[in-house]
């Protein structure tokens, strides 16, 4: 199956009842070969009607975040964890990410990224596989299977919580270190090399206990 083919399979998606209240799905955007992704919780008001993720508010903070280090939104690629607007804005509930998370991993498959950024708790904790706060582990590189997962603050919790701002700006510089040592290595020949992980799943485990999922 090739991405596309994956796109047009969930138009007319009803696997769960994010279904009911959706103008479209927002499956993704940008580089369908990129080397890095980014992937958020799900769509908003404005990513609902425009069939895009990341175009609100959010979305122009992320662009601004990525073209601070040199990144343009074409060259990469933006998903969500879920691709269908939650009513009002709520939280995705376990059992819609559960039932919408298979398509992100078909899709990051289909991609191929050495790097994949996940932003706020959802992304994370569905990446990563642990109920880990994002507070714990922003910032910070993890090995996963087919490819490194860097966590990140979600954009809109730093435009809700203006003290965030600063980490968030922090962390994306550290990811513009990531992303030179990926420069320097060949594609996929070895991604632990070209962003070492500085903490395995393990040490994930014994230095941060399962929590609740909270905002962001
Ligand atoms: S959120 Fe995902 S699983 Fe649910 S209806 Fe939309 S595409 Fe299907």
Redesign the pocket.
């Known amino acids: 199956m090739t991405l596309d083919e994956l796109r047009i399979s969930?138009i007319d998606?009803?696997?769960?009842r994010?279904?009911s209240g959706?103008t479209q799905?927002v499956f993704g955007v940008g580089n369908p070969n990129a080397d890095i992704m980014f992937v958020g919780e799900g769509p908003g008001y404005y990513e609902d009607k425009q069939g895009e993720p990341f175009v609100g508010a959010a979305g122009k903070l992320l662009t601004e975040l990525l073209e601070s280090v040199g990144l343009s939104r074409q060259e990469i690629y933006i998903a969500n964890v879920?691709?269908?607007r939650p009513p009002n804005n709520r939280d995705p509930q376990p059992d819609?990410i559960e039932?919408?998370q298979p398509?992100l991993l078909q899709q990051i498959k289909l991609i191929n990224p050495q790097l994949v950024c996940s932003l706020g708790n959802f992304a994370t904790q569905t990446l990563l596989g642990q109920k880990v706060g994002i507070t714990k582990v922003r910032g910070r590189t993890f090995q996963r299977p087919d490819f490194t997962l860097f966590p990140l603050l979600h954009p809109a919790a730093a435009l809700h919580q203006g003290n965030l701002r600063t980490p968030l700006k922090e962390d994306f510089q550290k990811l513009k270190h990531v992303l030179d040592k990926m420069k320097n290595t060949p594609a996929h020949s070895n991604a632990s090399d070209a962003a070492k992980p500085t903490t395995s799943d393990s040490q994930v485990e014994a230095d941060t206990p399962p929590q609740q999922m909270d905002l962001f």
């Open positions: 969930l998606c009803q696997k769960c994010l279904a959706r799905v879920v691709k269908c819609e039932t919408c398509f």
